[in-house]
């Protein structure tokens, strides 16, 4: 079966430091993935998706990046952080064929 | 543009039932799903159905969709109070080649013993 992690579960960083998420799917290959923002336990902003190593879209702009180096890994990156990227960032995966996608367990980001 | 709207909050009665509703207006929408969130995780997929169907069941849950009225509900029967969560409303389009998925704010469900 499938299986989707994250780490960190959470985080505390100061403002103006680095970023670095990673999302990790088991048991499929050549994932669709994606990263979503929940802002304040409220709705999902989809930032970015890849559907393939190296193939990365941004949805919003925004000091975050996004990298795929091996086809089920999925990182979430910034080199300067800012109070207003704290949320939960949320990872998910589907099949490229079917529609469901599936969300890992989050990350809790908070900016200080 | 794209756009899922749902209302932010419900109250029930545990053993009640439970509708919660989500309007869209995507009119090339082909799937619409229903996700669940418990306090600080992340969503479960409880359901979807694809926009050819009026009705989707499965055990406690009823999914109905109005296409005409781009209308979208959820039913929760014989409530308790372990469905108490933020439930989401999400859409897709077969003519989006990436799968994206546009959520609603989310509406969050109290369940008072």
């Known amino acids: 079966s499938q299986t989707i992690h994250q780490w960190p579960a959470t985080l505390v960083q100061p403002v103006g430091s680095p970023l670095s998420l990673e999302c990790t799917v088991e048991g499929t290959s050549n994932p669709n993935l994606y990263w979503y923002r929940q802002a304040a336990g409220r709705g999902l902003q989809l930032l970015f998706y890849?559907?393939?190593?190296?193939?990365i879209s941004s949805e919003v702009p925004q000091n975050l990046s996004a990298s795929r180096p091996q086809d089920r890994q999925f990182i979430l990156s910034s080199k300067k952080l800012l109070l207003s990227d704290s949320g939960f960032y949320l990872c998910?995966?589907?099949?490229?064929?079917?529609?469901?996608?599936?969300f890992g367990p989050g990350t809790r980001l908070t900016v200080t | 543009g794209e756009d899922v709207e749902q209302s932010l909050f419900l109250s029930v009665r545990e053993g009640d039932s439970s509708v919660i509703n989500c309007t869209y207006t995507d009119s090339s929408s082909t799937y619409l799903y229903w996700y669940k969130q418990e306090p600080g995780a992340g969503l479960q997929l409880l359901t979807y159905i694809f926009s050819n169907m009026d009705m989707k069941q499965d055990q406690r849950l009823t999914v109905l969709l109005n296409k005409k009225d781009k209308h979208l509900s959820l039913r929760i029967a014989d409530t308790q109070t372990g469905d108490s969560a933020i439930y989401f409303c999400?859409?897709?389009?077969?003519?989006?080649?990436?799968?994206?998925?546009?959520f609603g704010q989310g509406t969050t469900l109290q369940v008072k013993p």
């Open positions: 999400a859409e897709t389009s077969l003519s989006s080649n990436t799968g994206k998925l546009i």
């Open positions: 890849s559907v393939g190593i190296g193939q």
């Open positions: 998910a995966w589907s099949v490229a064929s079917v529609r469901e996608q599936y």
